[in-house]
């Protein structure tokens, strides 16, 4: 189903030169929909109700200044460690200093490689076939690499500042706001788009597991939280369909056909500065362009689900494993929320600490410490959850 994109071959220049008009035309309509501003509370100590109708309403909201100057400089010098200890391709073992790269010695390969402006999923039966239309593959500049980082697998593991982030006690505020008290952990990954090498990800909707549940509900398969570490613009962002997570059935195909290409009639970028985050609901219809553009995006996703929806459920993952989420891995997978608020408060011991309900009383058991990093954290992400 590939027909309705471009089949020229554009250079990087020229695909950011046609995607002007339609740049210019999401952002005027992002610009226009106002539901951005910090994370507030009520009179009630809970998150406004102002936020909680225009994230229900659109799909996403944008909090801005969720962290400061100095905590935004250890997320980027966490990722900037990362990428400098990283293998030189996706089957070197040794990084650009020849040293032995790091993630050796995790069971899951924290890195993954894609071609320069390249689009790995569309068009496939990969993650389940959610990416059904291919985007368009730019040509990278002379020079660039054979491969670029897309992503970081297991972010918690991987930087003791994403560790902290996790602890945020206004985002796990706004968690329990949407969610309710029990919510419980997906998964955490970063997504890095450098300018002019960074690939496409296809048009798709997240969640695979509850769409013909009887209570289906517009939240049915949780949300993401997306720190922006640079700014988020038209042409290095994700772009959503607002409005697009109440819709049960949906046409990925029908749509770009309409559209003529994979520019999705109504569509807008997700956009904010350093320091912003995005929540946006799994079931929103969302993809991103190739970044030819000379901005440089880097995204920390952490997710999250409603506890009914994972409890006793049975769910295969997108790399084939056939896992149900039993009480006791619940309770282990999210004893991370409860190690990453402890990692918080040791490094920022003036802020009020979130209280994570399903674990209060154990606190003492989820200390943020070396023997817990090696004995919970170390290969968390093999008790991802997934629906």
Avoid: C
Wanted: proline content about 6%; glycine content about 10%.
């Amino acid at each position: 189903m590939n027909e309705p994109t471009l089949q020229s071959t554009l250079s990087a220049v020229e695909h950011a030169e046609a995607m002007k008009t339609y740049f210019a035309e999401g952002i005027e309509r992002a610009q226009a929909l106002g539901n951005r501003g910090p994370i507030r509370m009520g009179a009630d100590g809970k998150l406004h109700r102002d936020i909680l109708d225009a994230y229900w309403e659109l799909g996403f909201y944008i909090f801005q200044g969720v962290v400061g100057a100095e905590e935004l400089n250890e997320l980027r010098a966490g990722v900037a460690w990362m990428l400098e200890h990283a293998p030189v391709s996706p089957d070197a073992k040794h990084d650009s200093s020849g040293r032995p790269a790091f993630g050796a010695e995790f069971t899951r390969p924290p890195y993954r490689f894609a071609k320069p402006l390249s689009d790995p999923l569309g068009g496939t039966d990969k993650n389940k076939g959610r990416h059904p239309v291919k985007m368009h593959e730019a040509t990278p500049p002379e020079g660039s690499p054979a491969y670029t980082i897309e992503r970081l697998h297991g972010n918690l593991q991987l930087m003791d500042s994403a560790l902290r982030l996790y602890g945020h006690p206004g985002l796990l505020a706004v968690a329990e706001a949407v969610l309710g008290p029990d919510f419980v952990p997906y998964n955490e990954v970063t997504f890095i788009k450098e300018p002019g090498l960074g690939p496409s990800v296809a048009w798709h909707r997240d969640g695979t597991t509850h769409w013909d549940a009887l209570d289906w509900d517009h939240g049915a398969h949780g949300f993401n939280f997306m720190m922006q570490l640079y700014p988020s613009t038209a042409g290095n962002g994700v772009w959503i369909l607002p409005g697009s997570h109440k819709l049960r059935r949906m046409s990925i195909e029908e749509k770009i056909l309409e559209a003529g290409s994979e520019r999705i009639r109504g569509a807008i970028p997700l956009l904010g500065v350093a320091g912003d985050t995005f929540i946006l609901n799994r079931q929103v219809l969302h993809g991103s362009f190739a970044n030819s553009s000379p901005d440089r995006r880097v995204t920390l996703n952490m997710g999250f689900f409603p506890r009914a929806r994972v409890q006793n459920i049975t769910a295969t993952h997108l790399d084939g494993r056939v896992v149900t989420f039993t009480t006791e891995q619940i309770h282990e997978r999210s004893r991370m929320i409860a190690i990453g608020i402890d990692a918080r408060r040791q490094r920022f011991p003036h802020e009020s600490s979130y209280r994570y309900q399903p674990l209060v009383g154990d606190e003492a058991q989820n200390q943020w410490s070396e023997a817990t990093r090696q004995s919970v954290v170390k290969n968390y992400n093999l008790r991802d959850m997934y629906i």
